[in-house]
């Protein structure tokens, strides 16, 4: 566990640089996260971000096919939003965990 | 009378006809369990039909066989559930009511789910090893393929017997390299999880072995479609990986009548509580097995573990009393991993597969995480104590709440 400043507000966060309070959250730091993450962020991007914390604070997991399905965005563009490994990518811009899949 | 009526006759709903039929007074209970399918498939046999290791009549018995007197079988489609009023609508027209209903309706399954898999190329190039059919139609096009691409493929999480493709790496290394044509052969390892297993420990031992076979694997794929014009499988980020042989794990969903209940989340699992496996939404309704999307393996020897908790628990619902046992999530999984040698995986909700040994009066230890003859042999003795104990609901020497004795840290 370590601290980072974003936005300049000092976060901590994991070794792998997700958020470990996801109150801790803001729209300017997930604007720095992502640039992290090689993404300019767009109001697209955070409508999907926006859907992902809703869903995770109410504590449901997400699977890429849920988010896929959910009417916010569809897989083909999840990819195209958060290019390689979406679900991860936007969870960590989210400021939530990082997603395991159960065994 | 009062009436409880389990749906599905496989692992999980057999080995709970058994205890419940046992452990209720027949004058005050009748039991009821419905399944489509005459037939029960030692479903890990599967994974040994496409190299010839078994025959297609060695995994395959009657269900009726398994079910004991006292209990109603019906061998018929299930329409829905009306949860509400606790009835259950068969496709014949026949309605059951229940005072407890337990879903065992398991996984499967869905090709379709996936553009282009069921085209031209299905049981062509294109097979899976999760049915008797597809393992047998694999067998018979492998007794005269001569190399090329094979590409394993995971389309979606989760799956059911999450090291079955990793064992099916494996093997097809050891087919090959006995048949003489390991050199023509590429095997290709594709799977959305970003390793060979989703837990660390496990999947840098696994990851090695696949390594140290030559096998390839391919991280973070996650398919969208197959071309089956150009023999590609496309994931959703537009990789393309072109395949002679697709032997594929399809998308895997609970039963339809799940869905047409209303029950279950986008892939037909029912929420349930996952310590006392009863229903999220209905008092009166337990959840068995792969039906469930409580978070572990969907893996027999969890059904078997968690059938356990459930009988406690569905004794206590019948006598009001709380439902005080736990489930831990275990599940405990042989790796088959080729040359005779295979590999242990013991884990829970909370303890992730850890090296070590694993005790086991009168056979063990098995060595965990480890590469050894005797975990292979547990896996040969397995299919015995399948038929003849584990179904029949007798103990087995086997704790269904996961030991720390002898693991690793």
């Not at chain 2, 297609?56 to 109603?72: E, L, Q, R, T």
């Not at chain 2, 299930?78 to 949860?83: A, F, G, L, M, N």
């Not at chain 2, 040994?357 to 547990?378: A, E, V």
Request: net charge neutral; with cysteine.
């Amino acid at each position: 566990m370590a601290e980072k400043i974003y936005a300049g507000k000092s976060v901590s966060v994991t070794d792998d640089g997700y958020l470990t309070d996801a109150s801790q959250w803001t729209k300017e730091i997930a604007a720095e996260i992502a640039k992290e993450e090689g993404i300019d962020i767009t109001d697209k991007h955070y409508a999907v971000i926006d859907f992902i914390r809703e869903k995770t604070l109410k504590g449901e997991a997400l699977t890429i096919r849920s988010i896929g399905k959910s009417g916010v965005v569809d897989t083909k563009g999840f990819y195209d939003l958060f290019p390689g490994a979406p679900l991860k990518k936007a969870s960590r811009i989210a400021g939530i965990a990082k997603p395991s899949s159960c065994v | 009378m009062k009436r409880i009526v389990i749906l599905g006759a496989g692992t999980g709903g057999t080995i709970m006809a058994n205890k419940l039929r046992k452990a209720l007074e027949r004058d005050e209970w009748e039991i009821t369990i419905v399944d489509k399918e005459p037939n029960h498939y030692y479903q890990p046999g599967f994974l040994f039909i496409p190299f010839g290791i078994y025959g297609k009549n060695d995994v395959v018995k009657s269900k009726a066989g398994f079910i004991p007197a006292g209990v109603k079988f019906i061998i018929n489609e299930i329409d829905r559930v009306e949860p509400d009023s606790s009835k259950v609508y068969l496709t014949n027209g026949q309605t059951l009511s229940y005072d407890f209903l337990i879903v065992a309706s398991g996984t499967h399954i869905k090709p379709s789910e996936t553009p282009g898999l069921q085209g031209r190329e299905w049981r062509k190039s294109i097979f899976d090893f999760y049915t008797h059919d597809g393992a047998i139609a694999l067998h018979n096009f492998l007794k005269t393929w001569e190399g090329g691409n094979m590409v394993i493929n995971i389309a979606e999480l989760p799956f059911k017997c999450p090291v079955a493709p990793l064992e099916f790496a494996f093997l097809a290394d050891e087919f090959f390299v006995k048949k003489g044509i390991r050199d023509k052969v590429n095997i290709i390892y594709s799977t959305p999880l970003s390793g060979a297993f989703t837990k660390p420990k496990a999947t840098k031992m696994l990851g090695e072995l696949l390594k140290e076979k030559n096998i390839q694997i391919v991280p973070d794929f996650y398919l969208e479609r197959v071309d089956d014009e150009n023999k590609n499988l496309v994931s959703y980020d537009g990789r393309e990986l072109p395949f002679d042989l697709l032997t594929i794990v399809p998308v895997n969903m609970g039963a339809d009548f799940i869905a047409r209940s209303g029950m279950g989340d986008d892939l037909n699992y029912v929420a349930t509580n996952k310590h006392t496996l009863r229903s999220d939404n209905w008092e009166n309704i337990f959840v068995l097995g792969d039906a469930s999307n409580i978070p572990t393996s969907k893996a027999g020897s969890v059904v078997h573990f968690a059938s356990e908790i459930l009988f406690e628990n569905i004794m206590s619902a019948i006598e009001g009393r709380p439902l005080l046992a736990k489930f831990d999530g275990h599940s405990n999984c042989y790796i088959e991993t080729g040359f005779g040698k295979g590999s242990l995986i013991d884990f829970n909700y909370e303890t992730e597969p850890l090296p070590g040994t694993y005790p086991l009066p009168g056979m063990g230890p098995f060595g965990l995480l480890k590469n050894t003859r005797i975990n292979h042999y547990g896996k040969v003795m397995f299919r015995w104590i399948y038929w003849h104990l584990l179904l029949k609901g007798k103990e087995l020497p086997l704790e269904s709440q996961m030991t720390m004795a002898g693991k690793e840290l």
